[in-house]
């Protein structure tokens, strides 16, 4: 319907012109949105039908028998598939939390020093915290891999913990910064001269302030964190210490592809970081654009 | 409440000295007015005495106590912002009892105090409302509350009327001057607004690049500027400042211009201008102390009108006369145009003489 209001619109009458561009847009939304959402939907609809279904062709477009065989299969501690995943899962978790409160716990006191004080190489250590995120993240695979072996970190969480913290601590740092500069000086000076010490002004008036900066900075950790895969794969070879990535990847493409039963562990898979990014995305949004405009 | 003394006070950033031997004393119950355009270091004076800059060199005194290097919570003071700068996640009665909390009152003494912050305020009504739902005069209110409910030494105030609009800033002036005559309070007061500090002021502290330029009661700056700046900074419209030669005529000594003329003076002023130690002599006359006359007068000074602005109860006029700018204020009745050709009376008694080199006052003695 949209590709005929464009015919019509495209004749030559300049008075129209608005109208072209914005009917320009909304396709070019639609395109979009097709392309973000499909393989969502897919991956949903085929992670609700059985073995044989998920393998059709021409495809079940709507599967003619829904079933959440692949669902209670995953969740089922009892069985060896479920076993695996639960415990994927849960590594993910214990990883990716982990990574999140160090990474606040360093990048807020950081991003407040970056904001607040004056000291030699602040400029420099400020550039040199960007300087890593210039490389692709492979680069620093194989180093990071004999400095792991080095510290005895292979095949441990930590080893996972650390690299995400040095990966995702720089745009934290920077976000977080962001923050602090749009909070009036005044605010602290204000609760120092009226009792608290540096640190208690900090703590009781500036953090609180900050929460949604923390928010943001908390959920871009996660997220990271539970997506990664290359360092995943490449740190951990135990089976029992797989986080989801990896885990989801290497148990299902071991015997013959149970294409439900992947999907429908995708899916699990990203409902923690959609309904995270759903829950907090007003205050990601805040902390993206905060800063852009002065107040 | 105490007595504050400064002495000898300096700031310095790198080889820039942003407060420059600095003092003065702010005697106990005194409210003075730190003075002088942006970047001369009031503020900067200000934030030492409060503790929230470190000092350089020199001495803070508040009460009997040296506090150069005391935290500002162990210094008893209590500021106001420019931003007034209340916590915006709190509450108006949160923000009043902060304070007090941070000094682990009890509970309901607490309560009392900021009950009764609130009635003398008259803002008991806001008390549950968050800063941003108020307007930026009760804002202001309850910056000045949380200063008051703690009852410190010494009340430093930043620039606190500068963002309200004019009319409420003139409404709060008087507030202010009578918040500090009913407490009896020690106020040290920052405002680049020479009339503020003229209304509310027991003193003034007159600054300019970090320099204390002159410190006495308004009446006094405005009647015995110590130097052109302060001379051309106190009072509105600014005091004309004329630059003219000394030369002698039949044994006395006289002032005259490059355009021609000669002022005669009065012998006081004649013995002024013979003790000065330059021929550069600058002139200044307030508004007020100029006569204006419509054709020559004996011991009048030929100048050209250039603007004319009638505000109602006077009229200002502005006249160029040996180069400079010079400010007159007649009663509305007196017809002047523009370009008009008019003649300029001094008040010998009011004039003001100034060194041309050192634009320092030149006294009699």
Known sequence: MSMNAEAST?????????????????????????????????????????????????????????????????????????????????????????????????????????????????????????????????????????????????????????????????????????????????????????????????????????????????????????????YAYTFLSKNEQLTLPVGIQRFFSENTTDFPGLMAASFMMSVPVVVLFLVLQKYFVRALTEGAVKH | MARVVLTDLVKSYGSFNAVNHVSLTVEDGEFVALVGPSGCGKTTTLNLVAGLLPITSGDIVIGDQVVNDLDPKDRDIAMVFQNYALYPQKSVYKNLAFPLQMRKLPRDEIDRKVQE?????????????????????????????????????????????????????????????????????????????????????????????????????????????????????????????????????????????????????????????????????????RHSTIKLHKSAVADAVPAKAYTVEPTGDVTFVQAFLSGAIVNISVPPSVDVAPDEQIWLEFDQERMHLFDGETEMAIRAD
Do not use: C
Not at chain 1, 127 to 154: E, H, K, Q, S, T
Not at chain 1, 199 to 221: C, D, E, H, N, R
Not at chain 2, 243 to 267: C, D, I, K, Q
């Open chain 2, 117 to 285: 912050a609130a009635r003398v305020l008259d803002m008991t009504h806001l008390l549950e409302r968050k800063p941003r739902e108020l307007s930026g005069g009760q804002q202001q209110r309850v910056a000045l509350g949380r200063a008051l409910v703690r009852d410190p030494a010494v009340f430093l105030m930043d620039e606190p009327l500068s963002n309200l609009d004019a009319k409420l800033r003139v409404q709060m002036r008087s507030e202010l001057k009578r918040f500090h005559h009913d407490l009896q309070a020690t106020i040290i007061y920052v405002t680049h607004d020479q009339l503020e500090a003229v209304t509310m002021a027991d003193k003034m502290a007159v600054m300019n690049g970090g320099n204390l330029q002159q410190y006495d009661s308004p009446a006094q700056v405005f009647a015995h500027p110590a130097n052109m700046f302060v001379a051309s900074f106190v009072g509105s419209p600014a005091m004309s400042l004329i630059p003219l030669e000394a030369a002698s005529a039949n044994g006395t000594a006289v002032l005259t211009s490059a355009e021609g003329w000669r002022l005669p003076l009065s012998p006081i002023n004649a013995r002024k201008v013979q003790n000065a130690k330059t021929r550069k002599i600058v002139l200044g006359a």
């Open chain 1, 10 to 230: 495209a004749r030559p009458r300049p008075r129209k012109r608005v109208d072209r561009w914005r009917w320009g847009g909304r396709i070019f939304l639609a395109l979009m949105l097709f392309y973000t959402a499909v393989p969502m939907i897919w991956m949903l609809l085929t992670s609700i039908k059985s073995g044989f279904a998920a393998m059709q062709l021409p495809p079940q477009w709507w599967p003619a028998e829904p079933t959440l065989a692949s669902y209670q299969k995953l969740l089922d501690p009892q069985n060896s598939v479920g076993q695996d995943f639960l415990r994927f899962f849960w590594n993910s978790v214990v990883v990716s939390t982990l990574t999140t409160a160090l990474g606040v716990i360093v990048a807020v006191p950081a991003a407040y020093a970056f904001s607040r004080f004056r000291f030699p190489g602040r400029n420099f250590l400020f550039f040199a915290v960007l300087l890593r995120n210039m490389f692709p993240a492979v680069i620093f695979l194989v180093p990071l891999f004999i400095l792991m072996r080095w510290l005895g970190l292979v095949n441990t969480h930590g080893s996972l913990v650390v690299t995400y913290l040095t990966f995702g601590l720089p745009l934290s740092i920077w976000l977080l910064k962001g923050f602090y500069d749009n909070i009036p000086i005044q605010l602290e000076q204000a609760a120092r001269i009226d009792g608290a010490t540096r640190f208690q002004a900090f703590v009781k008036i500036v953090m609180p302030l900050s929460v949604p900066g923390i928010i943001a900075t908390a959920i871009y950790s996660f997220i990271g964190a539970w997506n990664e895969y290359i």
